[in-house]
Structure formats: C-alpha cells, structure tokens
C-alpha cells in the first residue's frame, strides 16, 4: 500500500484540500471535523480552531501524539494501540469508534467522544474521516428566541438533532432509515428496528433517562447502526443485516441490562419491528410495526406489574 505524502504545512495558513467541503458542515455538528492519512496524520481541518489553536499549527501531527493519560475508569489508549486501530481502519476499510483523552493547546485535557471512518480516494483507502465530540464542555443552549419552545413536539420533530441526547431526531432518523432499504433488498439482507420505550417514568425523570440511555446505547451499537429519538419517551435503533430472531435475544438483553444503568432504575420495554428483503416494506411501515410491538410490550409490563425488568415484542404479519 502506497502512503501518500504530506507537504510541511506553511504557518498562519489553513486551506482545505479540493474535496473536503464536508468539513464545514460537518465543523457546525461536531467540535472537531478533520481528514488524515494512511499514518494517522492530520490533512486538514473544518473552519475554526483545532483542539485550542490556528489548524496550521497541528497539521502533518499525528493524532496519536495527542493522547494524554487519564484515570483507569477512562481507559484511555496508548499511542500504540491507537496507531493500531489507525492501520486496521485502512487496511479493512471500516469504522470505529469510542473515547479518548487529548492534550489541549493551554496544557489542559478533555475527554472526547471519536468517530473514524475510511477516506476513500477512487478504489483505494488514503486516509480516515473524523469527528470529535467533546465530552466536558458546557452543554449549548437554544437562544432566547426558542425559549419556551424547546418542548415543543413539532420542533424537536424538525430539527436535525434532538438537543437532549445529540441523537438524530425522528424526522432524520426517518430520512436515513429510509436510505438502507434499497441496498439490503440488492443484498437480500434483512433489517429490523428497535424502539427502546421508557414511557412509564415521570415527566420530569425522562431527559435523564433519555440522555443516560443514548449514551449506554452509544457504547454498545455498531458503527453501521443507526440511532434515533423518535418521541419524548422512545429511543430507535435500526440495524442492517439483523434477523428477528437475533434482534430479539438484543431486546431481551436491553430489558436486563439497561434499567440498572438507568435514573432510579427506569422500566425499559422494547418493540421490535422487522424488514425482510423483497417484501418492499417502507420506512413508515417499519416504523409502524415497530410502534405496535412496543405498545405490546409496554401492555405486558402493566399486566405483569413488572417494576424491576420490562419486556419486549416482536411484531408478527398475520
């Protein structure tokens, strides 16, 4: 495999390389969108500062310079480990993601949430896509000219992002889930989705447990599954190649696992609505029978009276 070469980048001066006009949409999503080569290296950067400082400074460096230490809970990597996961990136073509530590321009560090993905060029892999999120930065707030709307149903429905998890709201989780279909029908793959419903907690105890959940599930899905707040009370997870079989062992799984991670240990109850290949079934059709599988199994958890577990259903043509 042929490394591509890297200039010395001039001081002061920042230039996005043809191509990489993603960057600046993807720089008002993330708090930091960048490209790299094949050896982890910074190409070039979305609009603003990099990490604290002019982007200049920091390209031709390796990201895995940038790994700072932190505590055992964190786990952070090594620079090893890092350049590992950079070369399998490149040589596998796939995804990964999870949390690192990084040094900042002012001596301090922060813990970020990272993204990678190949950077295809024709046929061959030069380098990795990129996003960070910092993890212990303030939380933004709307401007004062939504106050009072933040609740409001039809724009939390809109908008691109739900601002309580940073999710994709229902709306775009439609438009991508919709994406998928046509490549599993030419694949003859199946799919299926799942709605994680928490619709018996109080009113006031839901952000967190939407907040809490999104990140449980952040940790856990593939780079290839899709997540999405579908309303106040309902977490979806769509995933490519999943049969209903296996996406009910999962939901099983949540029920168990997740409520002891959860606010005051929220009853989870997940529905689960699958798409088999040639049915031509469309996206509001999935998302339909995956609603009535959660509103049965959010009946069978009154039934039963479960407080400690929930439960889970499958939604089955007649």
């Given amino acids: 495999m042929t490394l591509p070469q890297i200039s010395a980048p001039t001081p002061g001066i920042f230039a996005p390389a043809p191509g990489t006009h993603w960057l600046a949409v993807a720089a008002m999503l993330t708090d930091l969108a960048f490209e790299t080569d094949q050896m982890g290296r910074f190409t070039a950067f979305g609009p603003g500062k990099a990490l ?75 380098g990795i896509y990129g996003i960070l999120f910092d993890l212990e930065a303030p939380e933004l707030t709307l401007p004062d000219c939504h106050a009072g709307n933040a609740d409001d149903p039809a724009l939390r429905h809109n908008a691109m992002l739900d601002a309580e998890t940073g999710l994709w709201s229902g709306r775009t989780f439609a438009d991508e889930l919709s994406r998928r279909f046509d490549r599993l029908d030419v694949e003859d ?8 419903g928490f619709s018996r907690a109080t009113l006031g105890l839901r952000p967190a ?50 409520p002891p991670l959860l606010p005051q240990r929220a009853v989870i109850s997940v529905g689960v609505g699958p798409r ?30 479960i407080e400690a577990a929930g439960a889970w259903r499958v939604w089955q043509p007649d």
């Fill in 189 to 196: 793959q199946p799919g299926t989705l799942l709605y994680l």
């Fill in 276 to 305: 088999w290949p040639g049915r031509g079934d469309q996206t509001d059709t999935v998302m339909e029978h995956a609603a009535v599988a959660l509103r049965l199994a959010d009946m069978a958890c009154q039934r039963a009276g």
């Fill in 52 to 126: 604290g400082q002019p982007a200049a400074n920091l390209l031709g460096v390796e990201l895995a310079s940038l790994l700072a230490g932190g505590s055992a809970e964190e786990e952070a990597l090594s620079a090893t480990q890092f350049r590992s996961i950079v070369t399998t990136i490149c040589l596998e073509c796939v995804a990964w993601h999870g949390k690192i530590r990084l040094a900042l321009f002012d001596g301090g560090t922060s813990m970020f949430r990272l993204a990678l993905a190949p950077r295809l060029v024709g046929a061959n892999v030069a």
């Fill in 209 to 258: 447990i939407a907040l809490r959940l999104a990140e449980e599930l952040r940790d856990v899905v593939r780079p290839t599954d899709l997540l999405g707040r579908i309303d106040e009370t309902t977490i979806g997870l769509w995933c490519d190649g999943m049969d209903h079989l296996t996406a009910g062992e999962r939901a099983a799984k949540f029920c168990a696992t997740l």
